[in-house]
């Protein structure tokens, strides 16, 4: 069994209800998940998620809590495992219920809930929330935060977090990973993009692998630009609200659109 | 500035009182140094460690509020930046009073405070607490622990953290990387030893690069054993005290002996 509790998030105030309300269930069902099951249990693939992938028994749990906030609220929710609930409102939470679950099932204390506010299919606000510390990073489109990035401009003396290495983006991540002062392989990339934001970090990259889908970036869309930092695919692909969660990204952000091309170069190599 | 606090760690009764003052200090201490002292104040270069590497501001604030608690227990120390402070006593703590020091410096909240005590060279004890949350580890030579490894025995179907890949093990480091299941790369070797032994990951491993000094392993020496793993280098030198700071070794801290011995077999290939 994982022995430490998970708190209750720490929310600012004004957060939109229904996103508030989805993270305090996610983190109170993956505190309950802990206190019931065992490592091996939380890790246990239980069905296949509506983006292909398979669901562990602690992203069921977790998403099942958020389901049940979405019905009471009556708006619509995009997540991994459920897909798109339809409750044809005007406003859709884009959710990834437990970022960094092969953590979280293992008790590596770093996992998170991040979701995002669509009105009409434009963000408007995102929280991102560590569940194992309950901090919370939250902003407005087109508002001030109080987070800001390091403003870094270059790959070179640059501190960053990188998506692990996998079979299609080894040898880019070695590249980028000569390069850069420091690098870090936290594998939540909610987590990491939330660090990017408030200038503890340079920048994140998934180094080519296109693992990201849709809600593993969409918090990120919103706070970083109102960090003063970017988001973007290191192709070059428009990052947009879509429910065909077959789309796939290799997300990046930095603290500035500078260091985000340079990246983006260095791992292409245009 | 860096925002979030630093909590009072959460020690368990029965500590040795100048380990776990020791402890306290160095949270006060990185508390105190996040309040008065900018990110890029933090990280400055202040000095050069008696160990023969930089030492950051935050390295040196931590490590005097240390050195206060030692002198008032009269206790030896053993520690990266001051060296070897002698009391005369038969107790000796080596500790490292700022693991993750890049981290703790950028904000990343991944860093740790770590001791062993020694007596008349033979560890005792050790306590390794997480800075940024107050979480602790504590075990006692031979003694069971509260904690336990995950018994794996095999690097296929691993997941391990590893130290980030350097020039002197950049190879080591893919291959490793390419055998498990998952990798992370958390840059606070005392954090990922202790995640180890709770069993939230498999494995440790510096590939090769010899970056580890005494006061990055001590803790663990201790705690892996009592929670049924091992701690080796991945060249079989022995892990042994030693006041000469010089000496380097490539730590892994395994669940089991096999793990440990095959994962120096892939960094090493012999």
Known sequence: MITWPVPAPSLPEGVYSPLADAARAAAAAYGAARRRYPRQELAEEVATGADGTPTMRVDALVEAAIVDV???????LLS????FVDHGSAVTL????MDGSANAAMG???????GAVFRDGVATEALTVWLDTGRAWWALAGQPTPYQTTGRTTVDGSSIAMLRPKDNSREAWLRVASRVDRVRVLSTTCLETALVAEGSMDA??????DTHRIMDLAAAM??????GG???????????FDLDLSRR????AAATRQLADELAETVVLT
Chains 1, 2 share one sequence.
């Open 80 to 83: 991994e495992e459920a897909g």
């Open 94 to 97: 884009v959710i990834d219920p």
């Open 249 to 252: 990204w290799s997300g990046i």
């Open 108 to 114: 590596v204390p770093l996992s998170c809930f991040a």
């Open 222 to 227: 919103v706070t970083l630009p109102s960090a």
């Open 204 to 209: 994140f990259v998934d180094p080519g692998s």
């Open 230 to 240: 970017v988001v973007m695919d290191v192709r070059g692909r428009p990052l947009e």
């Open 70 to 76: 979405i019905d009471a609220a009556q708006v619509n």
